[in-house]
């Protein structure tokens, strides 16, 4: 079965720094393009960026633009998320997830929760 | 990047079909055939319940099913069950390479 495991999440103050990490398993991660996706408490979801299988081509939320970047180590079936900037607004769990064609996310993790907090 | 327009909540007894509608633009929903609908259970995460516009995935019930029609798709839940109390989204590829979700649309089953 597909496991998306997402780590990394916690308390940090507005203006700070947070990486977070997808570990992936039981599937050829390079085969597939990634994607994070955030919930803020009590509200929708909202797309934040995804990347290529090889890690070439990047697209971002404009709500993230400059602030965020996405990698990925494909030797480490690993995905990741560079959060610098953080607003309160930030504030959200943060999923990542498998993307089988265009815009199909078959398979997401159980989430991070990051809260952006003085 | 405007959110895809979606009613805020859908009610339905047991037994009875409901649709869900998600109104976006030519540049998201009404230029691609990659619309998908994700149902969420509160503290879950989101499931893939129908892709590119119509499509379902093994293993979710053929009550589900999906359309498009210019620039809204929808989704259709017939026989209702009381499991299908949800939150439910849509998604969809837009011009610019990017992904864009529904506000979302809560599923009350009476």
């Known amino acids: 079965q597909v496991q998306l495991v997402e780590s990394g999440g916690g308390v940090v103050q507005p203006g700070r720094s947070l990486r977070l990490s997808c570990a992936a398993s039981?599937?050829?991660?390079?085969?597939?393009?990634m994607h994070w996706v955030r919930q803020a408490p009590g509200k929708g979801l909202e797309w934040v960026a995804i990347i290529s299988n090889d890690g070439s081509t990047k697209y971002y939320a404009d709500s993230v633009k400059g602030r965020f970047t996405i990698s990925r180590d494909n030797s480490k079936s690993s995905l990741y998320l560079q959060m610098s900037s953080l607003r309160p607004e930030d504030t959200a769990v943060y999923y990542c997830?498998?993307?089988?064609?265009?815009?199909?996310?078959?398979?997401w993790g159980q989430g991070t929760l990051v809260t952006v907090s003085s | 990047q405007s959110a895809l327009t979606q009613p805020a909540s859908v009610s339905g007894s047991p037994g009875q079909s409901i649709t869900i509608s998600c109104t976006g633009t030519s540049s998201d929903v009404g230029g691609y055939n990659y619309v998908s609908w994700y149902q969420q259970h509160p503290g879950k995460a989101p499931k893939l319940m129908i892709y590119?516009?119509?499509n379902r995935p093994s293993g979710v019930s053929n009550r589900f099913s999906g359309s498009k029609s210019g620039n809204t798709a929808s989704l259709t839940i017939s026989g209702l069950q009381t499991e299908d109390e949800a939150d439910y989204y849509c998604s969809s590829y837009t011009r610019s390479s990017t992904r864009v979700f529904g506000g979302g649309t809560k599923l009350t089953v009476l």
């Open positions: 997830a498998r993307d089988i064609g265009s815009n199909t996310f078959d398979y």
């Open positions: 590119d516009v119509s």
């Open positions: 039981t599937f050829t991660f390079s085969n597939y393009p």
